[in-house]
């Protein structure tokens, strides 16, 4: 509108001026050239300059033209005559089209004035924020219309030039701009631009000077203190440097650097400030520990966040823009890990939370500037000084927290006994519980309230009040409790109790508590803990102690127990005659081959669940093992009823099943038996039941079979077998044999392996592989566990007493099967063997196999070190054959690795086997494990096996296994053979000065145990 007003009254002065000197033709012509030229811009009004005002904003009060061309025609400003002029103005490069900002200044006083023309090659506010205006020069020239051509200042930070108006004098100014954007034009007297330059600098001094200490104490405290928060951090306040430095222009000082390539190093600043923002949320929240998938992505941003310093280089408006927005999905990731490790719990997220929080708000406030909605050097200023507070804050948590230490009270000496004792209970985890009964008053420590829930001093009542937080059915029995310690004044309460937490529904979450208290007759006084784990712990124990580990469906042994209880009421004719279903999915093997465990396991939960639908909840549905299931039925025993039952499982397990885009139609043989009265046992029952799947099985797939007494006299051989395994268990007729273990190093006996031996009255001896699945079968694998542990026990016993060793002791190796292992009771019972035969620890060594233990490996953690806490040692036998996995290896408390004895017999043989040994004896020492190699033949056997680093050998090279007579024999000889060594020792030794007695009883060396003789069995 400016602009229009303006050629208004230009034509109307062009009118005028030709109605009395031309032609109205020509003055018509005048008219239409003065309003069509091409790049004439008409007069501006002039803006005054007061001697005393300090600066003018140029920029709002200029006229802007673009899209002239190189060249523009404006009308000057009138002057105080009113004189109107025109002036042309060429732009510094012919061919271009520069944009213009036309200003006119008019000084209206008698004295000459100085002002100085500033544009900023950078300002932070309204610079944008994905293709930022970052450095770049603002104004090529600036033309007067009078006088002489502005002298151009030197600056750094900006674009000056020097004009002098003249008194009365009335210039405009035609500023050719450099850049597309319109900068901040600002007249400014000279004296008070210095004196604010000088206070910026004051300003800006003050901050590098923060920011440079503490960059400069966070590196060097890295020193004492070796943890990573302090890099991290301290390359937060060294990129805030280097940013300010180049903001304030300190950088261009420092290091020989033009000014036009400032916007270079701000876009790299940019994005190393963010950069290690990121790596600062990585470090101290510990990322680090998460799972790998995480780490990785971590790692892959702040790979991309320090390489937008080497974009900077090329692009350094894509490179600050990018920097620039990837503030804002750091604060929003930050944020949420930070919740989510505070609501956690985590102390490290708590403690970033302040500083965080104020990151936010100075994020909020620079998106606001950036886009514009907020300007002016105080904002800006304040933007800054807020960034440098934000440094300290993280400065300041980091050291805070690497260097707490608790609390507490500071001890100028040592600490005292009870002080000791307070601070144990502290860290046990227990709290403190007090009954005055007296006053009838119960107090407990604050600790436990919160834990539940309460406010401060709610549990701090009567017992009556008391009794209210705990569960109803614990009351009356606590409260007989603190009644019988009254009327006995005195005594030891040992109980368990639970307690309602406020935080949970009306039915309550139940919290269980343990309390042991020495009681006096006024005052009980004694310890509380939190037992919740511990209980879930054994609840979760004991389900899966009797459930299957992949169905959740209960196991062999859950269900004998269950059958024999109905056996039991059937016969005192209290239930229906209970009925059982066995089921055995034909050619199962074939699926796990073709499609692999996972898809097996997959198929079985499917099985299970199908099977499930068709029971009443008061029958049974167990997995036996493997690809076998079990129904006991005992809701219905109408025979009509159960055959159609097994009908409908039949079809059931018939349906098919999409797998791989193929459907698979899996069949089961069925055995079906109906209690007679003839079954004595559970396990009577169910082998019936078995008898009956196997006659289905022979008959083909897909068939149900029903039990009949004619089918027990088919099974010719492994009937009579197991009840013949069962009497010479019963009598004691089974012998354990031993074979010697050898430390190769040395040549000397190191141990035995116990090895179960049956010399069966018909087919003559039969070694462990002929019964010992039998034995598993039936269930006598346990008794059979027992015996060896207990006969190998009580034999290792006597050989210390023949063989007594200081250091290393003979040991005995004794087999574990899955049975006993995750039998329930089996910790207990070796815990009690080994007490009772006083044997040296380490002398008991189980071996357990590899499939056994990855069939639960949880469990089987967990049970191995407490076999291992108790003075057992433990051998990983048959390693290289089974699963062999390493993930696994490490973390079962293994002292031995049993290496198969196919390692070693193909051990000469050119190949892979060589290398896999060697590779296998070098992982064990890694892990801090001795190796045991079975299968030593021969000579050559044991020397390439103690070339490699092999501890110990087994095998026929150094003898057979042998009865126990035969072991005591062979110690007593090596005890007879040590100790005429001594003799012979002693009598060679010199004499000692009369007058002095030296006694020095040295451990005589072990004899060898040589190779194998054909007179003694290979055993010397």
Known sequence: ??????????????????????????????????????????????????????????????????????????????????????MAVQASTPGTNPGWLVFALSNPTDERIVRWLVAPRYTLANSGVLRPELDAPRIAAVTPSLGFRPEPLKSDRGDMFRLNLEPGQT?????????LKVPRLTLWDPHFYQAKQQDRMLFNGVLLGITGLLAIFLTAIFAANHRAIFPATA???????????????????????????????????????????????????RIGLWHVWIRTMFWGWIAAQFALIVVAIIDPQTASGLARASTILIAGIGTGLIAYFALRGQDRAMSLIPSWMLLIVW????????????????????????????????????????????????????????????????????????????????TVSNDVEMELGLDPGSLNVTVEEFLQHMHASDRERFRLMLWSLQEKQGGELRTDFRMRRTTAPISGTIRPRRAQRECASARCVGLMRDVTSLKRSHERLMHDAVHDSLTGLPNRELFMDRLQGAITRAAEGQSHRPTVIFIDIDRFKNVNKSFGLVIGDSMLLTLGRRLGRHLNPQDTLARLGGDQFAILLISDSDPHHVATLAERVRRALRTPMKISAKEIILTASIGIVVHDGSQ???????????????????????????????????????????????????????????????????????????????????????????????????????????????????????????????????FVSVNVSSRQLFRQDMVQEIRLMLARESVPKGTLKLEITESLVMENPERAVEILTWLKTFGASLALDDFGT????????????????????????????????????????????????????????????????????????????????????????????LASHRKRKQRERARDEPATPSGLEVQAPTQPALPELPGPSAATSGVT
């Open 1 to 86: 509108m400016a602009e229009t007003n303006v050629s208004a009254n230009a034509e109307a002065g062009a009118w005028q001026q030709c109605r009395g000197r031309l032609p109205a033709f020509a003055c018509a012509l005048l008219l239409a050239l003065t309003v069509l030229a091409p790049g004439l811009a008409r007069a501006i009004e002039a803006i005054p300059v007061d001697p005393d005002q300090p600066k003018i904003d140029i920029t709002a009060k200029g006229e802007l033209y673009e899209g002239r061309g190189d060249r523009l025609q404006i009308e000057t400003a009138p002057g105080p005559d009113g004189y109107i002029g025109r």
């Open 171 to 179: 210039v405009t100014f035609a500023a050719e701009l450099s850049s």
């Open 235 to 285: 390359l937060i306040a060294w990129a805030a440097l280097i940013y300010f430095c180049v903001d304030f222009g300190f950088w261009n000082k420092l290091f020989p650097v033009g000014p036009d390539r400032t916007a270079v190093y701000r876009a790299a600043a940019e994005a190393g400030l963010a950069a290690s923002l990121v790596l600062f949320l990585y470090t101290f929240l």
């Open 363 to 442: 994020l909020f406030g620079a998106s606001m500037i950036v886009l514009g909605k907020l300007s002016g050097e105080v904002v800006v200023s304040g933007l800054v000084a807020g960034l440098v507070l934000i440094i300290v804050l993280l400065g300041f948590t980091v050291t805070q927290f690497a260097f707490r230490t608790g609390g507490g009270a500071v001890s100028l000496g040592p600490p005292s006994l009870v002080q000791m004792k307070s601070l144990a209970v502290d860290g046990s985890g227990t709290h403190v519980f007090q009954w005055h009964a007296g006053r009838d008053l119960v």
């Open 680 to 810: 004595v046992s559970a396990q009577d029952m169910l082998r019936d039941g078995e008898i009956a799947m196997l006659r289905a099985k022979r008959g083909g797939a897909d068939r149900i079979e029903i039990f009949n007494p004619a089918m027990r006299g088919e099974d010719e051989s492994r009937l009579p077998l197991e009840s013949e395994l069962r009497m010479a268990l019963d009598r004691q007729q089974l012998q354990v044999f031993y074979q010697p273990i050898t430390r190769l190093a040395s040549n000397q006996l190191a141990g035995f392996e116990a090895l179960l031996r049956w010399d069966h009255p018909t087919r003559g001896r039969l070694a462990a592989e002929d019964f010992i699945p039998l034995a598993e079968e039936s269930g006598l694998i346990v008794d059979l566990g027992s015996y060896v542990l207990g006969q190998a026990l009580e034999e290792a016993a006597s050989w210390h007493k023949v063989l007594p060793r200081d250091r290393d002791p003979l």
């Open 882 to 973: 089974g699963y062999s996995s390493l993930s696994y290896l490490h973390r079962f408390p293994f002292d031995t690795i049993k290496v198969d004895r196919s390692l070693v017999r193909d051990s000469s043989l050119n190949g892979q086997t060589p290398l896999i040994l060697r590779s296998v004896i070098a992982l064990a020492h890694e892990l801090g494990k001795e190796v045991v190699a079975e299968g030593v033949e021969t000579q050559a056997d044991a020397s390439y096996l103690r070339s490699i680093g092999c501890e110990f050998g087994q095998g026929y090279y150094y003898g057979e296994p042998m009865a126990a007579k035969d072991v005591a024999a062979l110690l007593a000889a």
